[in-house]
């Protein structure tokens, strides 16, 4: 029951990311305005809003004008659900909810993911629309991180080294390739994965990043969607990469050393 509970908690921050993703590409006011429809922009009312439910009822169209709303709306909701489901089971596994909600440390590191992942899905959604990692939600997440990281038991100097590990990786392949390989964003946001992550961590998701970019490319270039040397949104392999190395980085470490 709990875990429906959770479910519900994220798709409504989902629902709230859909709404910081839009404003911010249109230069709308996060907190201040009112959501509306995208086509007709009537102030949508509090019913509107339910995550996923609403637009299954409505067949994917405006309450009002019924034009065809996007479907990056259920999605979001959708994935981050999931995905903070993901982030409790992985968290107290089998254990009692009690271990979340009464040991301050396990909550802490419980809300430190969520934070985390919903930094992430702004990422993965506007890199994938837009082709662009915005600074200002990289460095908030920069700051967002390091802070709470450090709360948790981090030290700085692990931080610090994952910061400069996922910098330094895309700032040596920018020099190379002269910006041509990659942006400057993939550079700031490779520093928000070591904050993220530390030292070890952030080389797992630097890994698993890439693996999955380089299938999912050839799949596209294999499936006539794209060439050669058309352009890809890495920052949403990046963000998938963190996630993984969130939930599974230091298990996967422990794995490849027992190797040794």
């Known amino acids: 029951m709990l875990y429906l509970l959770i479910f519900i908690f994220g798709a409504v921050i989902g629902s709230f990311l859909n709404v910081v993703i839009i404003r911010i590409h249109e230069g709308g006011n996060i907190v201040k305005s009112r959501s509306s429809c995208p086509h007709c922009h009537h102030v949508l009312e509090p019913i509107d809003l ?62 430190r ?11 993965f959604v506007y890199d994938l629309r837009w082709y662009l990692i915005l600074d200002r939600i990289t460095f908030s997440a920069m700051a967002v991180a390091l802070i709470l990281n450090l709360i948790i038991g981090f030290s700085f100097f692990n931080l610090f ?35 993220m992550l530390g030292a070890k961590a952030v080389i797992v998701a630097l890994f698993f990043s890439y693996i999955i970019g380089a299938v999912i490319s050839i799949l596209f270039v294999i499936g006539g969607k794209k060439k050669l040397k058309s352009q890809i949104p890495f920052g949403t392999f990046l963000a998938i990469g963190t996630i993984i190395a969130l939930f599974w980085g230091q298990g996967i470490i422990n794995w490849y050393l027992s190797w040794f």
Request: aromatic share 18%; proline share 3%.
């Open 50 to 111: 339910i995550p996923i439910f609403i637009f299954i009822i409505q067949a994917g169209k405006c309450r009002y004008c019924h034009k065809k709303i996007s479907w990056q709306y259920p999605l979001v909701e959708l994935t981050t659900g999931l995905l903070f489901v993901l982030a409790t089971y992985n968290i107290i596994g089998p254990l009692s909810f009690d271990n979340l909600f009464y040991n301050s440390s396990v909550f802490l590191i419980w809300l």
């Open 161 to 195: 080294t994952g910061a400069i590990i996922g910098f330094g990786f895309f700032a040596l392949q920018f020099f190379i390739s002269k910006g041509s390989w990659i942006g400057g964003g993939d550079l700031r946001l490779g520093a928000l994965m070591g904050l």
């Open 113 to 123: 993911n969520l934070i985390f992942i919903s930094f992430l899905v702004v990422i």
